[in-house]
């Protein structure tokens, strides 16, 4: 089962080769991946996530700001009852930041240097399909494989 | 009408509602095609047949997504709440996509009258036409006033999606190799509006002056809709006030000839032909592997062809 992903820039960053390299290894790997292009904002990233009822997000923030992106994305998904979407990113983060973003509910951070086939391993092994079995399951996902 | 399914009963009462959390999870449950999806449908089809369902298609560069995009501006304008479904094909090699439409729609991400879901392939066409369809009917239960369904034509009336929308909008655009003759027949047949995109490019009018010919080479009777060629530049958004016009003067035609029974009655044919080929399919998909493997390997060995093959399914598993 395919996962359906959202790629997003949230912000003023205007470096987007790294986001589209990860949008085609995804493809390529058999998912769906909606690519909603630079300057974002963190609204309606979550807008769009929730309408391709997507099973996971994820951000790609060069610009330095991912402190306040990333949080304000989890901050608005919890807004929407939406927490089961995962989320994970990458871009220029220093480690210390990696683990503050782990901390409020990042998923994973790739950092430079990573290949795209272990950013495509981790989303196929963390990234889980929707659970359809009754009404309350529904908002949960199936945390291994579909 | 409620059923014993406590998850299509939330659904459907979050439909009604059009709650967006509940139209994108029947969505999913649609694209998933559940056994749910027949329950859920069922008890939301009476909601559904008020919206103006508006196919677009054309080919690839045509700027489809970007004229979609400035439609629902134009409709959002006159107070029109918008459902769009944006169809891109499912690599046939990986069974991935890249669902590129939406990028051109993030203007509208605020604006909580616009719905817009991007749907891949998946491969099968008849299963592309029934996601895309049942979509159609849950925006449209959810009270979307206007819904698009933007997709790549080929052309194959049979198949294709946009057999089924009650309007269908053809683009092309100037300078895209022989542009016209690129619309295959069938394109050309099906179109209630031609719009010519990126008619600020060279070339447009030589495009319009090719459609018009070719229009005429069609001959339509009298009391026929004339079908209008339109030019538009949808980046600026040159001409959509007129496209979004001319779709409901189309609609208004239609209502008032009758014409809008005809397709509606049409796409009731479509769409129970499709869902008996898909109970046959899923019957078919339930024969069991071995049994279903060793039927092939007596047609390959040539001992039985395989509409005798089929056949002995269809009275083995009452397919």
């Excluded at chain 2, 629902?72 to 439409?101: E, F, K, M, N």
């Excluded at chain 2, 019957?283 to 069991?288: C, E, G, T």
């Amino acid at each position: 089962m395919p996962r359906r992903i959202i790629l997003a820039k949230p912000g003023l960053d205007g470096h987007d080769r790294g986001a589209k390299i990860v949008a085609r290894a995804l493809r390529d790997a058999g998912h769906e991946v909606i690519y909603t292009g630079l300057r974002q904002t963190p609204e309606s990233i979550v807008a769009t996530a929730i309408q391709e009822d997507a099973d996971a997000i994820g951000l790609s923030v060069l610009s330095g700001a991912h402190l306040s992106l990333f949080a304000r994305v989890l901050s608005l998904l919890s807004e929407q009852k939406a927490v089961d979407i995962v989320i994970f990113g990458g871009g220029i983060i220093p480690n210390d930041d990696v683990d503050r973003l782990r901390e409020i509910g990042v998923a994973k951070i790739f950092t430079p240097g990573t290949s795209t086939q272990e950013i495509v391993n981790w989303v196929e092994g963390n990234v889980g399909c929707r659970v359809i079995d009754d009404d309350k399951r529904f908002r949960e996902r199936n945390s291994v494989n579909c | 009408m409620s059923t014993a399914d406590p998850l299509v009963n939330a659904l459907t009462a979050g439909v009604l509602a059009g709650e967006i959390p509940a139209i994108a999870r029947s969505i999913s449950l649609v694209e998933r095609g559940d056994d749910r999806v027949r329950a859920l449908l069922s008890t939301l089809h009476p909601s559904a047949g008020r919206a103006h369902v508006i196919g677009v298609t054309g080919p690839a560069g045509s700027g489809k997504s970007t004229l979609v995009a400035a439609l629902t501006t134009a409709l959002r304008d006159v107070g029109r709440s918008v459902g769009i479904i944006a169809v891109d094909p499912s690599s046939s090699y990986t069974g991935g996509a890249l669902l590129g439409d939406r990028i051109r729609m993030l203007r509208h991400s605020g604006d909580s009258a616009v719905f817009m879901r991007s749907m891949a392939t998946r491969g099968a066409i008849g299963g592309l036409a029934r996601a895309a369809l049942d979509g159609v009917t849950i925006l449209d239960a959810a009270g979307k006033d206007t819904i698009i369904l933007e997709t790549v034509g080929v052309g194959q009336s049979e198949v294709d999606v946009m057999s089924v929308a009650q309007s269908v909008a053809v683009v092309s655009v100037p300078d895209l190799g022989d542009s016209v003759q690129a619309l295959k027949a069938g394109l050309l047949e099906i179109a209630d509006v031609h719009v010519v995109n990126k008619s600020d490019r060279e070339g447009a009018d030589r495009t319009v002056k090719d459609l018009l010919e070719m229009l005429r080479l069609h001959h339509r009777a009298a009391g026929q809709w004339n079908v209008p060629i339109l030019k538009t530049v949808a980046t600026d958004g040159t001409g959509v006030d007129v496209f979004r016009d001319a779709l409901d003067q189309h609609r208004a035609w239609m209502q008032a000839n009758g014409e809008l029974k005809r397709r509606d009655r049409r796409l009731s044919v479509a769409r129970v032909k499709w869902a008996f080929a898909d109970l046959a399919e899923r019957r078919l998909r339930a024969v069991p592997e071995a049994e279903f493997e060793a039927v092939i390997d007596r047609v390959l060995a040539r001992k039985i062809d395989p509409y005798t093959a089929a056949r002995e399914f269809q009275v083995a598993h009452s397919v």
